[in-house]
DNA sequence: CCGCGGGCCTGAGAGC
DNA sequence: TGCTCTCAGGCCCGCG
């Protein structure tokens, strides 16, 4: 599920939720999600005020009065949902006190207020760790990833840095997460149409401006940002079960201009091709032979 | 340095 | 209805 924008959406759904509230109880239904947890996993998180939920990649963080700083990474089905406490937001419907439990419900947060943070996952590829907030920069998982798109906007000549004298392909640079930091594969489809740049052209080869402006560094850095912010606004994408904290879905696969539509008409203005699907380093590749050159 | 394949998991959907 | 097969939004590792 979760790219850049699910993760940004999700954090905005935590964030009335969770701020300013004391963390009274963590609750964990197995000892591991891809990792086990720490053994102090919830002895760090108890009784902790969260101060602010941030964002790195496709990483939540959420700090903690203790200075240390949660961090979860929602992996390919992970989500979160908020259940407030019954009464609290909807007196008329008091017999809602008995919490449900939905199947891979993995972790519950218990806040303060009586409100539960819930992370679902069922494969199970997310996890989350405590670790001190200071040192989250050198964390291993964290120190290798490149730049945020959207903070300041990804622009012509950061892209000439990551990719010059690349022989890696514009999809696999665009998808490495040291480069670029929270796009993924339904991200880096749509930009690249957005941008009329093949998957194939090799990432040191885009132009810095052309002189219609299309195909250029200029054009791939806006269409990327383009895409993520109408994706943000949008709610995400909701594929099989994504939805935000609030538990409404995303609306933007409604706007994929080439993911998952093999055999369909190319949306492009005048451009009479369809859209092709190939396998490139394992994964599915979205685009039209025809307008992306 | 690079691309590729496999592995980690479960569930949905297609095809028979 | 039910089986088997393929595929899925991420990421890491090892191989050649």
């Given at each position: 599920m979760p790219e850049l924008p699910e993760v940004e959406t999700t954090r905005r759904g935590l964030l009335p939720a969770m701020v300013g509230k004391t963390i009274a109880a963590v609750a964990l239904n197995r000892s591991n999600l891809r990792f086990p947890f720490q053994r102090d996993f919830r002895a760090r998180l108890e009784s902790q005020r969260i101060e602010g939920?941030?964002?790195?990649?496709?990483?939540?963080?959420?700090?903690?009065?203790?200075?240390?700083?949660?961090?979860?990474?929602?992996?390919?089905?992970?989500?979160?949902?908020?259940?407030?406490?019954?009464?609290?937001?909807?007196?008329?419907?008091?017999?809602?006190?008995?919490?449900?439990?939905?199947?891979?419900?993995?972790?519950?947060?218990?806040?303060?207020?009586?409100?539960?943070?819930?992370?679902?996952?069922?494969r199970r590829f997310g996890f989350m760790f405590v670790a001190e907030g200071d040192a989250l920069d050198r964390h291993p998982r964290m120190c290798g990833i490149g730049l945020e798109p959207l903070d300041p906007p990804l622009d012509p000549e950061s892209l000439a840095f990551l990719f010059d004298g690349t022989s890696t392909s514009l999809k696999t640079a665009l998808l490495d997460q040291k480069r670029i930091a929270g796009l993924g594969n339904i991200y880096v489809c749509e930009a690249l149409h957005r941008a009329g740049l093949s998957p194939f052209r090799t990432a040191g080869s885009i132009a810095t401006k052309d002189r219609d402006g299309k195909r250029s560094r200029a054009h791939l850095a806006s269409a990327i940002t383009a895409v993520l912010v109408d994706a943000i606004d949008a709610g995400g994408s909701s594929l099989r079960d994504f939805s935000g904290a609030d538990g409404r879905p995303g609306y933007f696969q409604h706007s994929f201009r080439v993911y998952d539509r093999e055999g369909a008409a190319c949306s492009r203005r005048g451009c009479t091709g369809s859209i092709e699907r190939v396998v490139q380093s394992g994964r599915s590749t979205f685009f039209c032979a025809r307008c992306q050159k």
């Open positions: 939920i941030d964002r790195r990649a496709k990483y939540l963080i959420v700090r903690l009065s203790s200075g240390d700083a949660l961090v979860a990474h929602l992996g390919m089905s992970g989500s979160f949902r908020v259940e407030s406490a019954a009464g609290a937001l909807a007196p008329d419907r008091l017999y809602r006190t008995i919490p449900r439990t939905a199947a891979h419900d993995h972790v519950v947060f218990r806040l303060s207020d009586g409100t539960r943070v819930i992370y679902n996952d069922p």
